[in-house]
Nanobody, 114 residues
Framework: QVQLVESGGGLVHPGGSLRLSCAASGFVFSRYGMSWYRQAPGKERELVASTHVDRGSENYADAVKGRFTISRDNARNTAYLQMDKLKPEDTGVYYC???????WGPGTQVTVSS
């Protein structure tokens, strides 16, 4: 069965960096786009970044453009989200999702605070 497991979250100061990982199993990873979402306390879940196999492109929410980078390693069946110049408003639970599907990971908490 499809499984997605996020890791790499934690507490970081404003301006710091984190790299999230999403380990995938149960499907042919290289054939699917992948995405990262986040949900801040009291807010709806929002799309942060996505990577698309057919177009070979990445897309980002305006709020993270220039600071976050989505990538993937098909040999390791893993997607990544490199987050730099973090801000307090980046705080939330970050989820990995297979693109155009309803497969989600359990999430990993990111807290940006001084």
């Amino acid at each position: 069965q499809v499984q997605l497991v996020e890791s790499g979250g934690g507490l970081v100061h404003p301006g710091g960096s984190l790299r999230l990982s999403c380990a995938a199993s149960g499907f042919v990873f290289s054939r699917y786009g992948m995405s990262w979402y986040r949900q801040a306390p009291g807010k709806e879940r929002e799309l942060v970044a996505s990577t698309h196999v057919d177009r070979g492109s990445e897309n980002y929410a305006d709020a993270v453009k220039g600071r976050f980078t989505i990538s993937r390693d098909n040999a390791r069946n893993t997607a990544y989200l490199q987050m730099d110049k973090l801000k307090p408003e980046d705080t939330g639970v970050y989820y990995c999702k297979r693109w155009l599907s309803d497969y989600w990971g359990p999430g990993t908490q990111v807290t940006v605070s001084s």
